[in-house]
């Protein structure tokens, strides 16, 4: 009796240094991807998969089922080492949630319904991330660092949290009146330079039509630059033309 005993608290021993070791483990990268929201900062789908990782199980989503009332799939937990299931959980999108279905959001912003596929996509994350945290909350509280045990995406729904498209960088703004000084330049005709002024021309107004016109004053300057690039090429062509009338008619090439 006292047999079985030991063994059940060495068991659990060894649990408990799997969790305090897992917490370790992968503390940097859940804190890392903690989000804050209205205050408090929650941990998102990939958070969860690290800590379940790092316990050596893997978590996954399966019967995705759409039902009269939204999209519903289930969360499941094994271990790697022999497929074992050790947890199971539901994830659900409801139709009530505007963020996801469309409609009017609790701040009075009008929403469009998202695609079904992102849909079901989230209803298998919300899936994963629940039964993670079935399996893994003790973990969070482990780590002691003020992260709330509810997944994120759970709350995002919530909180009417718009899935926000990734901004790419800011980009410098473009120097217009550089680019025509590098167009002009490489005219030497002025065939080429009146062909520059029709590329200029397509440029500025296609600027206009994106929303993004070229200052006025940058516009003039360009027109300046192409016509004073204009007189110049005009007048070699003109001293060139004098220049061969000069030639005695002998001496001009056959």
């Not at 804050?36 to 998102?44: C, D, K």
């Not at 790697?80 to 959980?89: F, L, P, T, V």
């Amino acid at each position: 009796m006292n047999a079985v005993t030991t063994t059940d608290q060495n068991s659990n021993v060894q649990v408990w240094r799997s969790s305090t070791d897992a917490a370790s483990m992968c503390k940097e990268i859940v804190v890392k991807r903690a989000i804050n929201l209205q205050g408090r900062r929650y941990v998102p789908v990939e958070g969860w998969q690290a800590i379940a990782i790092a316990h050596g199980c893997v978590a996954s989503a399966e019967n995705v089922r759409t039902l009269d009332d939204g999209v519903s799939a289930e969360g499941v937990i094994r271990r790697m080492s022999d497929g074992k299931e050790i947890a199971r959980a539901e994830g659900f999108v409801g139709k009530d949630e505007p963020v996801w279905f469309g409609g009017k959001t609790n701040n009075g912003k009008i929403l469009p319904k998202r695609p079904d596929f992102a849909i079901r996509a989230m209803a298998q994350t919300r899936a994963v991330s629940r039964a993670c945290r079935s399996a893994f909350a003790h973990v969070i509280v482990l780590m002691d660092v003020g992260l709330e045990t509810t997944p994120y995406e759970e709350m995002a729904g919530v909180f009417d949290v718009t899935p926000q498209r990734q901004q790419s960088p800011e980009q410098p703004p473009v120097d217009h009146l550089g680019v025509i000084k590098a167009w002009a330049a490489h005219a030497q005709s002025t065939a080429n330079i009146l062909a520059v002024e029709e590329k200029w021309k397509r440029r500025v107004g296609k600027l206009n039509e994106q929303g993004t016109p070229i200052p006025k004053d940058v516009q003039e300057a360009a027109e300046d630059l192409i016509a004073d690039r204009y007189g110049v090429l005009f007048e070699q062509e003109r001293q060139q033309a004098d220049d061969d009338a000069k030639v005695p008619a002998e001496e001009m090439p056959a």
